[in-house]
């Protein structure tokens, strides 16, 4: 089980983080700030609720 929560932690921060690197080259830098914390919170709160 925490094979498969790591493996889909690690997709949607990659996803998440490219389409930050996405949205910082068409100019939308602010939206891009905020993505990347989404992306941040997606790879660290796992570590705080499911993986104690």
């Known amino acids: 089980m925490n ?3 790591y493996l889909m932690m690690t ?3 990659a996803y998440t983080t ?3 690197i ?3 080259k068409d ?3 602010p939206g891009s ?5 989404l992306a ?3 790879a660290v709160a ?3 609720t499911i993986l104690k």
């Open 3 to 5: 094979l498969f929560i």
């Open 11 to 13: 997709i949607l921060f």
């Open 18 to 20: 490219g389409f930050s």
């Open 22 to 24: 996405s949205l910082w």
């Open 27 to 29: 100019k939308n830098k």
């Open 33 to 37: 700030i905020v993505v990347f914390g």
């Open 40 to 42: 941040l919170v997606v």
């Open 46 to 48: 796992p570590f705080f």
